[in-house]
């Protein structure tokens, strides 16, 4: 499904959050959101699935302008949000519909994803912090979204298992050709995943600059084109702290 | 091969031996509690026992543990023990399940409808402030001293502890689980009957536990406002024929019923929420 934010903002109380940011995806396209803490990024997210509908400006998915909770949508929030009652299977099957046998078939199939396959049994209160948030990747990612906001999904996992479900992640973008918006603070993940980075800045947050990466997927990590895209994001975030400090 | 499975096997049993030194250590950890615990209630049971024996006490004011023991199984073998019992646990229970369906669709209304609380609440609120002690001669009045004014009076008693944790544990559910639901696509009922129920039945299970508590509190006073039967009964009988024994009994017999049923709601509570991520077990 195609995305579209146009003058996008939100105000709470009085105080903006986040104004005029309008961008456009196209099916199958991965956008990066970037920028410091309490830009808004979240607030973004929140206003793309429908879950905030008071936001100023249109959304438009697939061109058709609306404020409702999209169907098809997967949203990994910052927090695992883990049902406290449920049993991991049943935390990650909880989307699901169909026969129950095929419920946890294809859970158990994810939780094998995200090396979880040991823990279905398990409750939340048993879980390491890494261990939740792969729980709640795998809720997200089981009803094959075809709309994914991704909020900050890896930042709790170690550099290894991050890089195996930026894989997984991509796998499941490869083949169910779903739309992604993934916010992160982290600048390898970014170029490695996104096809456009946009990069949010100030209070209220604005869009500062958006940066295209036409390199096909699978990219190498730490090819010299990502490294000198890195070298470019960090530039422009730098020269904000220039900016701010002179204010 | 074989070799491996021996191995398994023994690596089983190990961890299963482990297992059951570890359910030793924390039963006699229990045993341990249970000891210190009875240390000083025992000490004191002595103490009385002696004293009232050295007529210390006098025996028309406070007869010895023997005697309150002896009462309990003269009662006990002329079979009126279990009227009496029977009775009153009767009417706590039927009052208990009254108050809390009362309280259960009408928390539940205030908890989930703006209106219904804009409407409800504060008339039940103000309710709330009055004693409900106060009740009892009006229900007296309209119901006569029999069965049904008992009742209603505990009903009263146990109504408002668990409507007002109906209610605040359905206001409490947490907003972000709510949103998992909604990004789920649940209607409505879903989003109540897999959200919002099991995330406050903690609040309700401990609503249902102190509103069990004022039952029993309130049996008292119903059965003492005219009874023929039951352990608020004894005490009455106890007072008009100067046996403090009788009372000391029907004392200790309450004190007995009512930890039972509550250790009864604590099982269920503790198997309903061993999801919960608690420090302490209360
Ligand atoms: N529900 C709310 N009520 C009031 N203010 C809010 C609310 N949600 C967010 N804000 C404000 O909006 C701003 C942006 O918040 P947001 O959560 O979108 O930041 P973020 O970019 O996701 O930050 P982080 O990287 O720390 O997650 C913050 O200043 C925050 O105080
Ligand atoms: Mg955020």
């Known amino acids: 499904m195609s995305l579209e934010l146009r003058n996008v903002g939100r105000t709470f109380a009085g105080k903006q959050a986040v104004r005029d940011v309008s961008f456009s995806a196209k099916q199958g396209k991965i956008i990066g959101l970037l920028g410091t803490s309490g830009c808004g990024k979240s607030t973004l997210l929140r206003a793309i699935s429908g879950l905030d509908s008071e936001y100023d400006g249109e959304i438009a998915v697939n061109g058709a302008i609306t404020r409702d909770i999209q169907d098809e949508i997967g949203f990994i929030f910052q927090e695992p949000r883990l049902f406290p009652w449920l049993t991991v299977l049943d935390n990650v099957t909880f989307g699901l519909k169909g026969t129950k046998n095929e419920k946890e078939k294809l859970g158990k199939m994810y939780l094998k994803n995200v090396g979880l396959a040991d823990s279905a049994k398990l409750y939340p209160k048993q879980l390491s912090g890494g261990m939740a948030q792969r729980v709640a990747i795998a809720r997200a990612l089981v009803t094959s979204p075809e709309i994914l906001l991704l909020d900050e999904p890896f930042s709790a996992l170690d550099a290894f298992t991050k890089m195996q479900l930026q894989d997984l992640l991509l796998d499941i973008w490869e083949t169910y050709q779903s739309t992604i918006v993934i916010v992160t603070h982290d600048i390898d993940e970014a170029t490695y995943l996104c096809d456009r980075i946009i990069i949010l800045r100030g209070q209220p947050g604005e869009i500062d600059k958006e940066i295209g990466i036409n390199e096909q997927r699978p990219r190498a990590r730490g090819s010299k084109l990502l490294a000198e895209l890195k070298t470019e994001i960090l530039e422009s975030l730098d020269l904000n702290r220039a900016e701010e400090s002179v204010n | ?282």
């Not at chain 2, 646990?89 to 309280?103: D, K, N």
């Not at chain 2, 209603?152 to 109906?166: H, K, Q």
């Open chain 2, 1 to 282: 091969m074989e070799k491996m499975e021996a191995e398994v096997s023994t690596v089983l049993t190990k961890e299963h031996a482990s297992k059951r030194k570890d359910q030793q250590i924390k039963r006699s950890k229990n045993v341990e509690h249970i000891v210190l615990g009875s240390i000083i209630p025992i000490i004191l049971l002595i103490v009385w026992e002696i004293l009232s024996r050295l007529e210390v006490f006098p025996a028309y004011m406070l007869p010895a543990p023997s005697v309150v023991l002896g009462t309990i199984v003269g009662l006990g073998q002329d079979g009126s023990l279990w009227g009496h019992i029977g009775i009153t646990t009767y009417r706590v229970l039927a009052g208990f399940v009254l108050g809390t369906a009362v309280a259960v669709v009408l928390g539940s209304f205030v908890g989930f409808y703006q209106k219904a609380e804009q409407l409800f609440d504060p008339m039940i609120q103000a309710f709330r402030s009055i004693p409900s002690l106060a009740w009892v001669p009006l229900f007296i009045l309209w119901m006569g001293i029999g069965e049904p004014s008992k009742i209603t009076m505990i009903a009263v008693g146990v109504f408002f502890p668990v409507y007002l944790n109906i209610i605040s544990g359905i206001i409490g559910v947490d907003r972000k689980l709510i949103e998992v639901g909604k990004i789920n696509k649940l209607n409505s009922f879903q989003l109540v009957s897999r959200i919002i129920l099991p995330a406050s039945l903690p609040s309700f299970l401990t609503g249902l536990r102190s509103g069990l508590g004022l039952g029993w509190m309130f049996v008292v006073a119903a059965e003492l406002m005219g009874a023929s039967q039951g352990l608020g009964y004894l005490l009455v009988l106890g007072q008009n024929t100067l046996s403090p024994e009788t009372i000391l009994a029907s004392i200790i017999l309450f004190a007995l019923i009512g930890k039972l049923t509550d250790w009864i709601l604590k099982i269920i509570e503790a198997r309903a929420l061993h999801w919960q991520d608690r420090l302490v077990k209360s």
